[in-house]
């Protein structure tokens, strides 16, 4: 089994869409796939409303979701942890205990350009159209991911 963990800040928006179509790419026997937030701002809430819709246009259900903080035990539970942006790296990595925990953390962007480090902006505040955005660059980082974990 394969663990692959998406955190942003606040597992309402872009965590939760990179949970739902990670998970629609790869088998569930081999993957097990969840998302969390760096902050507890909306512990045991589902999905951002903007998020469920962008997703079910795109024909996943993610509604069942329901958001909760990351913790330091998750380095533990996880084989890859994936930030969505350079400030969740950061507070991520703060938790961190030793070197083998630093390595699992990537940042999610990386994987479709290596090593430029770039973040998925953070719809929350934004316009619809930012969703749609954010739905568009996580379906082809996690189909990079699918791809490569896959063989
Ligand atoms: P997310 O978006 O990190 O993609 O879930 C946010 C959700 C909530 C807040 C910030 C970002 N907030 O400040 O409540």
Redesign the pocket.
Known sequence: MTRILMV????????PLAEGILKSKVSKDSFFIDSA?T?G??IGNPP?IRSIAVAKKHGLTISNQKSRQFTKKDFDSFDFIYA?DTSNLKSILALSRDENDKKKVKLILNEITPNEDLSVP???YGGDNGFENVYKMLDEACQRIANKLKR
Do not use: V
């Not at 942003?8 to 965590?15: A, D, E, P, T, V």
């Open positions: 942003c800040l606040g597992n309402i928006c872009r965590s937030g902050a701002y909306h951002d969505m953070d719809p929350y």
